[in-house]
């Protein structure tokens, strides 16, 4: 007698499941190394032609981005283009890909039928941030990493009280999310950029230590955590693209 088929969401659960003990067990095994060694270890073996990074080329990627440049230059970067990034922000991304010699970058745009729809007159992020977000980065993202079985992220402990127990490898659905800079401190971020010569994203001199779109992003004021600058005003501390929104897109049946 032929087994019965089991349902489609059952199936996803137990890949999803797998994934989640792959990502722990990772992270129990190599999450204590370098940045660099995680970096090596996760291109070269673990994903091996199936991992990109995604950066937003704001106040501190030039050192992940750095670290990539030594391991494979010409390993996926994902830019979200959300059209509302400062003119300074997408000049800096120019300028790093052009330092480390980055060949392989993949700018990713909000859906423009999704823009007519949800945001017509291009000031949604006046009355529905977490709208805003949806159609600009989280739905975007989930494109943009669709094709991989995992990325890097730039992501630290340091950065806000929201990330304090960060991983450095992470399940997000049937893919895994590693943030290799997660135990760095602001010590630790600023000798490396010192040590290497490091170009700033032109906008930390001006006090924005986390810089995301224009309408949205203030400079921290002093004593403020890093991220603290982004939706004041708002209960709102994530964009989305690292909680469980992405995990849904990723899902859609329209990926």
């Known amino acids: 007698m032929l087994a019965k088929p089991r349902p489609l969401d059952r199936i996803i659960v137990d890949a ?39 950066s937003s080329f704001g106040a501190d990627s030039a050192v992940l981005l750095h670290m990539i440049a030594k391991i494979d230059r ?14 300074e922000t997408l000049g800096y991304r120019d300028a790093l890909v052009a330092d480390f010699g980055l060949t392989d970058i993949r700018v990713i745009t909000p859906e423009e039928a999704a823009l007519e729809r949800i945001d017509p007159t291009g000031n949604l992020n006046e009355t529905d ?25 730039g992501r630290k402990r340091f950065q806000a009280t929201t990330r304090a127990s960060l991983p450095v490898f992470e399940a997000v659905g049937s893919r895994i999310r590693i943030n290799p800079l997660a135990h760095w401190t602001t010590s630790d971020q ?48 994530e964009c989305g693209i690292h909680l469980s929104g992405l995990e849904k897109s990723l899902t859609d049946a329209s990926l």
């Open 74 to 87: 010409t390993l996926p970067v994902i830019f979200l283009d959300t059209g509302k990034h400062f003119e």
């Open 190 to 237: 600023a000798n490396y950029m010192r040590a290497h010569a490091l170009r700033e994203n032109p906008l930390v001199a001006y006090g924005y230590l986390s810089i995301g779109c224009f309408p949205c992003t203030q400079p921290v004021q002093p004593g403020e955590d890093a991220r603290s600058g982004r939706w004041v005003g708002h209960a709102k501390t």
């Open 16 to 54: 999803e499941a797998g994934i989640a003990a792959e990502a722990a067990g990772l992270d129990a095994l190599y999450g204590h190394l370098k940045p660099l060694e995680i970096i090596e270890r996760s291109a070269r073996e673990f994903f091996h032609g199936e991992i990109a990074a995604v």
């Open 129 to 153: 941030t977490d709208a805003c977000c949806g159609v600009r980065k989280v739905e975007p993202l989930a494109r943009g990493v669709e094709p991989f079985r995992a990325w890097f992220t």
